[in-house]
Protein backbone atom coordinates (compact mmCIF):
# COMPACT_ATOMS: atom_id res chain seq x y z
CA UNK A 1 0.00 0.00 0.00
CA UNK A 2 1.29 3.40 -0.56
CA UNK A 3 0.71 5.92 -3.18
CA UNK A 4 2.44 6.93 -6.92
CA UNK A 5 4.33 9.96 -5.12
CA UNK A 6 6.54 7.95 -3.27
CA UNK A 7 7.53 5.60 -5.96
CA UNK A 8 8.29 8.44 -8.21
CA UNK A 9 10.53 10.28 -5.55
CA UNK A 10 12.14 6.91 -5.13
CA UNK A 11 12.91 7.16 -8.98
CA UNK A 12 14.08 10.77 -8.93
CA UNK A 13 14.74 11.85 -5.77
CA UNK A 14 15.08 15.72 -7.00
CA UNK A 15 12.06 15.40 -6.43
CA UNK A 16 11.83 14.72 -2.96
CA UNK A 17 10.20 17.73 -1.12
CA UNK A 18 8.76 18.94 -4.12
CA UNK A 19 5.17 18.12 -4.30
CA UNK A 20 3.65 20.89 -6.34
CA UNK A 21 6.39 20.55 -9.12
CA UNK A 22 5.82 16.49 -9.30
CA UNK A 23 1.65 17.13 -9.17
CA UNK A 24 2.43 19.62 -11.60
CA UNK A 25 4.34 17.57 -14.55
CA UNK A 26 1.86 14.91 -13.73
CA UNK A 27 -0.88 17.24 -14.99
CA UNK A 28 1.33 18.70 -17.98
CA UNK A 29 1.50 15.06 -19.23
CA UNK A 30 -1.77 14.37 -18.25
CA UNK A 31 -2.92 17.34 -20.17
CA UNK A 32 -0.75 16.49 -22.95
CA UNK A 33 -3.29 12.99 -23.43
CA UNK A 34 0.64 10.89 -22.57
CA UNK A 35 -0.81 9.67 -19.09
CA UNK A 36 -4.10 8.98 -17.39
CA UNK A 37 -5.32 8.46 -13.91
CA UNK A 38 -1.98 8.94 -12.55
CA UNK A 39 -2.75 11.30 -8.84
CA UNK A 40 0.32 11.05 -6.77
CA UNK A 41 -1.61 11.35 -3.41
CA UNK A 42 -4.01 8.49 -3.58
CA UNK A 43 -2.77 5.63 -1.37
CA UNK A 44 -3.78 2.31 -3.20
CA UNK A 45 -2.70 -0.89 -3.08
CA UNK A 46 0.62 -2.65 -4.65
CA UNK A 47 -1.48 -3.92 -7.43
CA UNK A 48 -2.70 -0.59 -8.11
CA UNK A 49 0.80 0.74 -7.59
CA UNK A 50 1.75 -1.27 -10.50
CA UNK A 51 -1.04 -0.01 -13.12
CA UNK A 52 0.24 1.04 -16.33
CA UNK A 53 -1.36 4.87 -16.71
CA UNK A 54 -0.04 5.44 -20.01
CA UNK A 55 -1.99 6.55 -22.96
CA UNK A 56 -1.79 4.84 -26.31
CA UNK A 57 -0.15 7.94 -27.10
CA UNK A 58 1.80 8.03 -24.45
CA UNK A 59 3.09 4.08 -25.28
CA UNK A 60 3.84 5.52 -28.96
CA UNK A 61 5.88 8.25 -27.52
CA UNK A 62 8.33 6.14 -24.97
CA UNK A 63 8.51 3.89 -27.98
CA UNK A 64 9.92 6.44 -30.48
CA UNK A 65 12.17 8.32 -27.70
CA UNK A 66 13.54 4.84 -26.90
CA UNK A 67 14.53 4.16 -30.56
CA UNK A 68 13.73 6.70 -33.04
CA UNK A 69 14.67 4.39 -35.70
CA UNK A 70 12.55 1.58 -35.26
CA UNK A 71 10.25 2.98 -32.99
CA UNK A 72 10.86 0.00 -30.34
CA UNK A 73 12.34 -0.23 -27.06
CA UNK A 74 15.55 -1.78 -26.86
Same mark, same amino acid.
Given at each position: M???? =?I????????? @? +??A? &?N %??????????? =????S?????? @? +???? &?? %?T????RA??????????????
Amino acid at each position: MGGLG =LIIQAAIPDLQ @G +QDAL &AN %RLVSDLESSGL =LNGASLNVTMT @G +QGLM &AS %RTTELGRAFLQFISDPQTGTVP
